[in-house]
């Protein structure tokens, strides 16, 4: 992004209900245009809100630092730390003069080591989430060692320093802008602005902190992942064409120089690991592709699909019963293919699909291998997300149970042995809670998206009270599913969140919410802060089948309604001691 068009970004004001979202930025130097890069990208990444920056005195790294926590206490929602080698010591900058002498070279590896030590204290004492930028500027030459050999002064001060990072980084609280990316988006020989360092105390070329601009808000406002990615077979999972080729001429090696297609193998059955949903979309005959997924030297193994879709039908119609299996929109799925009018198929039948094309040239398939990895990070996997791919595929056999009982959902519901594991204790609130809100869609209550930092203050209010559920039955677990967030007064209930995974959907576990939530607040009304949106149609028919007329915000739901239009509920509910 350019100055000016930050500039002309920020000429936009925000909307005038625009809540604000507040950012603490702690550096040693003067931020002059990184500040600016820094509200526009957000601005762009959070059109709804009020982007606020609060900077310290220009040389004052420490001062600033301590700051934040003063800052968090007022309601800060991200913190941002900016590290550069004159931090640690003023002599590793260009503004300061000092002497560079064998005895102060081991001084300020010393300074080093104390800097490291302090830095890890004081952002452990920070709960709001936290970015941390280490030094991305060059030292100046002060080491006695010429320039193509590293001195053991500067490796032991970046190795002390990494070592603090890296412990930091092991707090969910805690993000580490990524160096490796960072020397691909901006070359470390085009960073230092000598000039304006001098004049102004800003070290920074503006291409350089453009880059960083871009990183810093990716990092603090965290795009949402995509859950699953579906796949051509011939030129994309391995080369050659199965019904051409036959199975045994179909490879994915160095031999035959199809070694880019084992790399993607690689990718995908990652992906599957952590939770990410693989299907396949093909023209080709199923026996044949069924076949040679038993072939050992598979990096993707058969049982890392699911759904498979091999035929001659067009792959529109394929991606289109994927979805209605996994039960996901298209803006959530990632769909790969060698075939530029394949992709443009599937593209317009399918709005919202990110489609990409598999290329021929390795150094192209490295970037398509970035580009997914990005698509689908998160900052931590869950135990729902490995039961993702297993509740999916049970699917089928509960519904062929359903059918043995002759459409009778309650028989089917009472012997399914569903139990509801219930966490009321706001305090063991963990991230998978949070996840939830910000990615459910069709069962969620306004559609309301929270920050870390607004969401557990949220928590911290006498008045709010929490519910989390966590089902599982015979046929398996699904893991936490269910969101229920609000405030109590006398004998009233007014939810502001209730949201629950589409993979719960038809178990009545929304009913049984309710009911435990009656019975334990003693409430005779519930009020829903109800907002409709483009997706949750399943949330407003089930508020409209208890309430008996379409919801409108504010709507209230009586307990003597609840219970004479609530079906019968099978679950063995338990509560979670401690969370």
Not at 17 to 45: D, K, Q, W, Y
Not at 353 to 365: E, G, L, R, T, Y
Not at 497 to 523: D, G, N, P, Q, T
Not at 546 to 563: H, T
């Given at each position: 992004?350019?100055?000016?068009?930050?500039?002309?970004?920020?000429?936009?004001?925000?909307?005038?209900?625009?809540?604000?979202?507040?950012?603490?930025?702690?550096?040693?130097?003067?931020?002059?245009?990184?500040?600016?890069?820094?509200?526009?990208?957000?601005?762009?990444?959070?059109?709804?809100?009020?982007?606020?920056?609060?900077?310290?005195?220009?040389?004052?790294?420490?001062?600033?630092?301590?700051?934040?926590?003063?800052?968090?206490?007022?309601?800060?929602?991200?913190?941002?730390?900016?590290?550069?080698?004159?931090?640690?010591?003023?002599?590793?900058?260009?503004?300061?003069?000092?002497?560079?002498?064998?005895?102060?070279?081991?001084?300020?590896?010393?300074?080093?080591?104390?800097?490291?030590?302090?830095?890890?204290?004081?952002?452990?004492?920070?709960?709001?989430?936290?970015?941390?930028?280490?030094?991305?500027?060059?030292?100046?030459?002060?080491?006695?060692?010429?320039?193509?050999?590293?001195?053991?002064?500067?490796?032991?001060?970046?190795?002390?320093?990494?070592?603090?990072?890296?412990?930091?980084?092991?707090?969910?609280?805690?993000?580490?802008?990524?160096?490796?990316?960072?020397?691909?988006?901006?070359?470390?020989?085009?960073?230092?602005?000598?000039?304006?360092?001098?004049?102004?105390?800003?070290?920074?070329?503006?291409?350089?902190?453009?880059?960083?601009?871009?990183?810093?808000?990716?990092?603090?406002?965290?795009?949402?992942?995509?859950?699953?990615?579906?796949?051509?077979?011939?030129?994309?999972?391995?080369?050659?064409?199965?019904?051409?080729?036959?199975?045994?001429?179909?490879?994915?090696?160095?031999?035959?120089?199809?070694?880019?297609?084992?790399?993607?193998?690689?990718?995908?059955?990652?992906?599957?690991?952590?939770?990410?949903?693989?299907?396949?979309?093909?023209?080709?005959?199923?026996?044949?592709?069924?076949?040679?997924?038993?072939?050992?030297?598979?990096?993707?193994?058969?049982?890392?699909?699911?759904?498979?879709?091999?035929?001659?039908?067009?792959?529109?119609?394929?991606?289109?019963?994927?979805?209605?299996?996994?039960?996901?929109?298209?803006?959530?799925?990632?769909?790969?293919?060698?075939?530029?009018?394949?992709?443009?198929?599937?593209?317009?039948?399918?709005?919202?699909?990110?489609?990409?094309?598999?290329?021929?040239?390795?150094?192209?398939?490295?970037?398509?291998?970035?580009?997914?990895?990005?698509?689908?990070?998160?900052?931590?996997?869950?135990?729902?997300?490995?039961?993702?791919?297993?509740?999916?595929?049970?699917?089928?056999?509960?519904?062929?149970?359903?059918?043995?009982?002759?459409?009778?959902?309650?028989?089917?519901?009472?012997?399914?042995?569903?139990?509801?594991?219930?966490?009321?204790?706001?305090?063991s609130v963990d991230a998978r809670a949070f996840e939830l809100i910000n990615k459910t869609n069709q069962f969620n209550l306004n559609g309301a998206r929270h920050t870390e930092s607004s969401w557990h203050s949220y928590l911290r209010r006498s008045d709010t009270v929490f519910l989390l559920a966590a089902y599982k039955d015979k046929?398996?677990?699904?893991?936490?599913?269910?969101?229920?967030?609000?405030?109590?007064?006398?004998?009233?209930?007014?939810?502001?969140?209730?949201?629950?995974?589409?993979?719960?959907?038809?178990?009545?576990?929304?009913?049984?919410?309710?009911?435990?939530?009656?019975?334990?607040?003693?409430?005779?009304?519930?009020?829903?802060?109800?907002?409709?949106?483009?997706?949750?149609?399943?949330?407003?028919?089930?508020?409209?089948?208890?309430?008996?007329?379409?919801?409108?915000?504010?709507?209230?739901?009586?307990?003597?309604?609840?219970?004479?239009?609530?079906?019968?509920?099978?679950?063995?509910?338990?509560?979670?001691?401690?969370?």
């Open positions: 992004m350019k100055l000016l068009d930050a500039l002309e970004i920020l000429r936009e004001p925000p909307p005038p209900s625009a809540l604000p979202f507040r950012i603490g930025l702690a550096c040693g130097f003067n931020p002059l245009h990184f500040e600016t890069l820094v509200r526009a990208e957000m601005r762009l990444s959070m059109p709804d809100r009020r982007i606020e920056i609060d900077i310290g005195p220009y040389g004052d790294f420490w001062g600033n630092l301590a700051r934040l926590e003063d800052l968090e206490k007022q309601g800060l929602d991200s913190a941002v730390v900016l590290i550069e080698w004159p931090d640690v010591d003023l002599r590793l900058g260009m503004r300061h003069v000092g002497t560079w002498t064998l005895a102060a070279l081991a001084e300020i590896v010393e300074h080093g080591n104390t800097f490291a030590t302090k830095l890890k204290s004081a952002v452990e004492r920070l709960s709001v989430p936290v970015i941390i930028v280490a030094p991305t500027l060059p030292m100046p030459p002060i080491w006695f060692t010429p320039g193509w050999q590293a001195s053991t002064f500067e490796l032991e001060i970046r190795t002390t320093l990494a070592g603090a990072i890296a412990q930091l980084a092991q707090r969910p609280n805690i993000r580490i802008l990524n160096a490796d990316r960072l020397d691909r988006l901006s070359p470390p020989s085009n960073r230092f602005d000598a000039e304006w360092e001098l004049l102004a105390g800003f070290p920074y070329k503006q291409s350089h902190a453009a880059v960083l601009a871009e990183m810093l808000t990716l990092l603090i406002q965290r795009p949402l992942p995509k859950k699953g990615l579906i796949t051509d077979l011939d030129g994309t999972l391995w080369r050659g064409i199965l019904g051409d080729d036959g199975i045994d001429n179909i490879s994915w090696d160095l031999d035959h120089r199809s070694h880019i297609h084992a790399l993607y193998q690689q990718m995908l059955h990652a992906l599957s690991e952590q939770g990410v949903l693989i299907g396949v979309a093909s023209k080709n005959d199923p026996a044949l592709v069924e076949e040679i997924f038993q072939r050992r030297d598979l990096i993707l193994p058969r049982t890392a699909i699911f759904p498979v879709e091999a035929h001659w039908q067009a792959k529109s119609d394929s991606v289109a019963r994927i979805l209605k299996t996994w039960h996901i929109a298209a803006e959530a799925v990632v769909f790969v293919d060698d075939s530029r009018l394949e992709l443009a198929e599937v593209s317009s039948a399918h709005p919202g699909i990110h489609c990409i094309q598999f290329p021929s040239k390795a150094d192209s398939v490295v970037q398509v291998l970035h580009e997914i990895r990005d698509l689908f990070a998160k900052g931590f996997t869950s135990e729902e997300d490995r039961l993702r791919l297993e509740s999916i595929r049970r699917s089928p056999a509960a519904l062929d149970s359903l059918n043995r009982g002759e459409g009778d959902i309650d028989h089917f519901l009472e012997l399914a042995e569903a139990e509801l594991l219930i966490t009321f204790n706001k305090e046929y398996g677990p699904l893991g936490k599913i269910a969101v229920v967030a609000g405030r109590h007064a006398d004998k009233k209930l007014v939810i502001d969140i209730w949201v629950m995974s589409c993979r719960a959907f038809a178990r009545r576990i929304e009913h049984k919410c309710l009911e435990e939530l009656f019975a334990r607040y003693a409430a005779e009304e519930i009020e829903f802060n109800y907002a409709p949106t483009d997706r949750n149609g399943p949330l407003t028919e089930f508020l409209a089948f208890l309430l008996g007329a379409a919801p409108r915000p504010g709507c209230c739901l009586s307990r003597d309604q609840f219970e004479a239009r609530s079906p019968r509920t099978f679950h063995r509910v338990l509560e979670a001691v401690n969370g």
